[in-house]
């Protein structure tokens, strides 16, 4: 009797040290799943990624999957651009050194809203400056208007001066997307180039398809 009930508590003790070793890899795997990103979190608050566009840099006609397996960096600018556009294409080529051979898996779409001015030559020099993985996408305003509208972009003209010249406003922000086209971050002006770059890294070495 007393070796049947020795036997019971050590059956029990078992039990009890399993269950203690099964609920703690579960806790670390959600910790670990729901890790804070640096920059903005945007999984599953947007469609994915789509388009039909022209690209400056290899003179093609192109959709978004065409860049599947590719973190992609989509930022809505123009070549006129006196001052945050050229800052934030700087930062992403500073993040893209940051990141070294992980680089060849990241690119960056910059899709201008000023077609009318950003013929396919001039949008393929001014992205050649900021390295190969930036490329420059170009649509007309039934295009451009539909890829803004699908993620909430705004953009507007100003009157233009005597000389014909105009600015555009247009928003800031660059859209994260991952290898499966599905949205995943924003980046904001003030988001560091060591976030960034954090977190890109993260996306980069990600090893299961997010579903969005």
Known sequence: MKARMMSTHRLHQSLAIRLFLL???????ACHHGEPW????????????????????????????????????????????????P???????SVLTNLGAQARQVEVLFVTVDPARDKLPLLKRYTEFFGPQVLGLRG???????????????YGYDAPDTHGNYNVSHSS?????????????????????????TDLKRLVTEKTPHSS
């Open 173 to 197: 922000a660059v859209y994260v997307f991952d290898r499966q086209g599905a949205p995943r971050l924003i980046i904001r002006p003030q988001d560091s180039i060591a976030a960034i770059t």
């Open 87 to 93: 800052l934030t294409l700087g930062r992403m080529k």
């Open 23 to 29: 609920l703690s890899v579960l806790t670390l795997t």
């Open 140 to 154: 007309d305003q039934s295009e451009l208007r539909a890829l803004t509208k699908r993620y909430r972009v705004t």
């Open 38 to 85: 640096a920059t903005k979190d945007i999984s599953g608050l947007m469609p994915r990624l789509t388009f039909h566009l022209t690209e400056a840099n290899r003179d093609r006609p192109v959709q978004a999957t065409d860049y599947r397996g590719h973190i992609l960096l989509v930022y809505f600018g123009y070549t006129h651009c006196p001052d945050v556009c």
